[in-house]
């Protein structure tokens, strides 16, 4: 059952129970107050039936000393007489209990009789004949007699009310009921159409439409609902284009990867399969055996990169207070033997926040590009200096350069902008890709600059580890 018919539903039951409750309550309120005065008026009657009863007994001539039954019935009928509209309804007993005088259709029992005493009224609501009456009873001394009145006061008018009361009440509550149910059908539908429309766009992020936002339509807790949804499938479509986004790059990856060592293993097999099944002079064999060399270590070279990207990738960076100077006198040591190349180191002092270990490998890599992109005897300046953002690290040569449109790519695992100079120089194309891990680790990116055929500049930032040098200098 649906939210809105189940709101309904319980409304309406609600309603159904108050209006019938009070309805009911009312209706027998208003019978209870009547049939109250109704009888209060049988009992005044009684009353004043008894008292003229008792002044026309007087006035019977006294032959034996008491009251006579025919007195009695004489006394009674002037009484019964004496009602309006075709007279009363009363009875009278003697002292036995035994009745002297009754009017006609006077039909009670004798059950008021048997417990009625001196000088008290008692009453009974009674039902004779589909009639209502109120039956009462007292004791009547009159010339040493002690007589029994009863009267009966029809009040079927009272019970008539009641009935016709709950008639019209119930036509009434049925048509407010209907009302209520047509009002309440709105309201419902109006309360729940934030859930409906919750529900919608439930269904079309579960059949994978991210984009779709549900519409907010009020204000209440309902409203803030949908706010906090839209917010979720927003932090959700992010998450999954960011995950697609890594899958893509990951299928890239090995995509690249897989051709990048099938250019190799060709090339080896091709000459190991000559080696062995022609004989050749020393000079191809030498030549053969030198290509199979190059292109393993090359193969060698790749796959120790690609092991460290993912050990980067896995193990973070521990980072430290590391001096500036050290890095460059490490690459220094390094490249001195390199005596095609000149190098020019220009640094200021300065204390950096790094994985010293990680750093290097960066340098290194970045000296290592410049040198295959220059050309024999040209210079490379390895620089490090302040600045506002942290301590900037730079290489910069003066070789081919990269194309404009190339720059933004060469960072990516495996691309090299000419592959085969770069093959030659056994280049697997991993270089940037994992200075780019190791710089992520430390919320630092390469910025390349570069003119074609002038030279290039690559740099980054790290952070300056200034607090201890702080505590250092007190
Ligand atoms: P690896 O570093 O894995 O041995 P690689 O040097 O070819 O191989 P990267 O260091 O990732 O790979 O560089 C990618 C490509 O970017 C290079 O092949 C080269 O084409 C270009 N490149 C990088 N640095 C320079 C530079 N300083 N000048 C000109 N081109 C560069
Ligand atoms: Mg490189």
């Not at 292109?295 to 690609?306: I, K």
Request: hydrophobic share 40%.
């Amino acid at each position: 059952m649906k939210f809105s018919q189940k709101l309904l539903l319980w409304t309406t039951i609600i309603i159904a129970l108050t209006l019938g409750f009070s309805g009911y309550y009312f209706v027998n309120y208003v019978f209870e107050t009547s049939l109250a005065r109704e009888v209060e008026q049988a009992l005044d009657e009684n009353s004043i039936l008894r008292f003229a009863f008792e002044t026309a007994a007087l006035n019977v001539p006294v032959k034996y000393d008491m009251l006579q039954d025919g007195s009695v019935e004489q006394i009674a009928s002037n009484l019964e007489a004496g009602g309006q509209e075709g007279g009363r309804l009363l009875r009278i007993c003697d002292e036995q209990r035994q009745t002297l005088y009754a009017s006609d259709g006077f039909a009670a029992d004798d059950v008021l009789l048997a417990s009625a005493a001196e000088n008290r009224y008692a009453y009974r609501v009674i039902a004779s004949g589909g009639r209502y009456y109120i039956h009462t009873a007292s004791s009547v001394n009159a010339l040493g007699r002690g007589l029994f009145l009863e009267t009966l006061r029809d009040v079927s008018q009272v019970f008539e009310e009641r009935r016709t009361g709950f008639r019209v009440y119930r036509r009434l509550m049925l048509l407010m009921l209907l009302l209520g149910i047509m009002v309440m059908y709105f309201i419902a539908s109006r309360l729940t159409k934030p859930i409906r429309l919750l529900m919608h766009a439930t269904r079309r992020m579960a059949s994978g439409d991210y984009s779709y936002r549900a519409e907010q339509v009020s204000e209440d807790e309902l409203g803030l609902l949908t706010q906090d949804f839209n917010r979720m499938s927003e932090a959700l479509e992010r998450t999954i284009g960011q995950l697609e986004e890594e899958v893509q790059a990951r299928e890239d990856f090995v995509g690249a990867f897989a051709h990048e060592l099938k250019t190799p293993l060709t090339s080896i097999i091709g000459y190991a399969d000559m080696l062995r099944s022609r004989k050749l002079d020393e000079e191809k064999s030498l030549l053969s055996a030198n290509y199979i060399y190059t292109e393993g270590r090359r193969l060698e070279t790749m796959s120790l990169r690609l092991l460290d990207i993912i050990v980067t990738k896995k193990e973070g960076a521990k980072l430290q207070r590391v001096p500036a100077a050290a890095l460059f006198e490490y690459l220094r040591s390094m490249f001195l033997p390199n005596e095609n190349m000149e190098f020019v180191f220009d640094y200021e002092p300065a204390y950096v926040r790094a994985d010293g270990t990680l750093i290097q490998t960066v340098l290194v890599n970045l000296l290592d590009n410049a040198c295959k992109a220059s050309e024999a005897g040209s210079r490379v300046e390895i620089g490090g200096h302040c600045e506002p953002g942290g301590y900037r690290f730079s290489v910069t040569d003066h070789g081919i350069g990269i194309p404009a449109e190339e720059v933004s790519k060469i960072t990516q695992a495996f691309y090299m902008v000419d592959k085969s100079r770069s093959r030659n120089r056994n280049g697997a194309g991993l270089g940037l890709a994992l200075c780019t891990e190791i710089l992520r680790l430390h919320d630092s990116r390469l910025e390349i600059a570069s003119v074609q055929e002038e030279g290039t500049t690559v740099g980054f930032l790290l952070a300056i580890d200034g607090e201890e040098e702080a505590h250092e200098e007190e």
